[in-house]
């Protein structure tokens, strides 16, 4: 299996950043597409961003140009840097992995990392 350690979550103030990271590991695994989702209160799972092995990304539209993903496939991490963060940016960020190992695709979540935008 593929294991998936999520961090940067935090209290930050509107207007501040966070960085998340998300490390995937597993022997015999090859990790494909990368992403990040997130969840609120009372709210559906929604995409906030996604990253393919060879670097193309996909944004929510919500962003507004306020987050940027990036990867780094030596080591198997993503990244979602998290800029001028509002109080709807609150919520349950969660790491989303694509795994293939032989013929098998798998799909794994993190734990997720909460994230909270206050005054």
């Known amino acids: 299996q593929v294991q998936l350690v999520e961090s940067g979550g935090g209290l930050v103030q509107p207007g501040g950043s966070l960085r998340l990271s998300c490390a995937a590991s597993?022997?015999?695994?090859?990790?494909?597409?990368m992403g990040w989702y997130r969840q609120a209160p009372g709210n559906e799972r929604e995409l906030v961003a996604s990253?393919?092995?060879?670097?193309?990304?996909n944004y929510a539209d919500f962003l507004k140009g306020r987050f940027t993903i990036s990867r780094d496939n030596a080591k198997n991490t993503v990244y979602l840097q998290m800029n001028s963060l509002n109080r709807e940016d609150t919520a349950i960020y969660y790491c989303?992995?694509?795994?293939?190992?032989?013929?098998?695709?798998?799909?794994?979540w993190g734990q997720g990392t909460q994230v909270t935008v206050s005054s």
């Open positions: 989303n992995v694509k795994a293939q190992r032989g013929w098998l695709d798998y799909e794994y």
């Open positions: 990253i393919t092995k060879g670097g193309s990304t």
């Open positions: 597993g022997s015999g695994f090859s990790i494909n597409a």
